[in-house]
């Protein structure tokens, strides 16, 4: 699905109603792709006012809303995810974005949505992939949009 701005944070606020706590979404895409951009359409949709921010630094970033959202960029922390308490946040009462997730793949749940990003100009390619049957429902919201 090819998706301009605009329509990225229409979509992941539309994502956003249909989530769960206890939901992970890995974000997968170069830098720029799009990634901390879904993270703040996806912030619209579970309620949540303050300013969405990349967790480039920071690690993680949490914010409260109709389930608390736990935004992680894990770039920086390379092949050591033991450097931060991943499960308090995976298994955590809220829903877990985490950016360059791939690179954590061993250290991952058996269950999450993948969602790949192509910077193609100003559109982005956005792929949804299902790991587990859990997440198969997510995947007619690519026809919607």
Known sequence: MKLNENDMLAFAESLAHKLNAGD???????????????????????????????????????????LPLYHMDVYRIGDDPDSIDLDS?????????????????ADLPK???????????????VLLTAHGDSYIKFLPLIEEN
Do not use: C, H
């Open 24 to 66: 992970v979404i890995i974000l997968t895409g170069d830098l720029g792709a799009g990634k901390t951009t879904f993270t703040k359409g996806l912030g619209k949709g579970l309620g949540i006012n303050q300013m969405i921010k990349s967790p480039t630094y920071t690690i993680v970033r949490e914010y409260e809303g109709r």
């Open 111 to 125: 269950e999450y949505l993948e969602i790949i990003f192509e910077r193609e100009g100003d559109v982005r390619e």
């Open 89 to 105: 946040y995976i298994f955590g009462d809220g829903v877990t974005v985490i950016e360059w997730g791939n690179l954590l793949e």
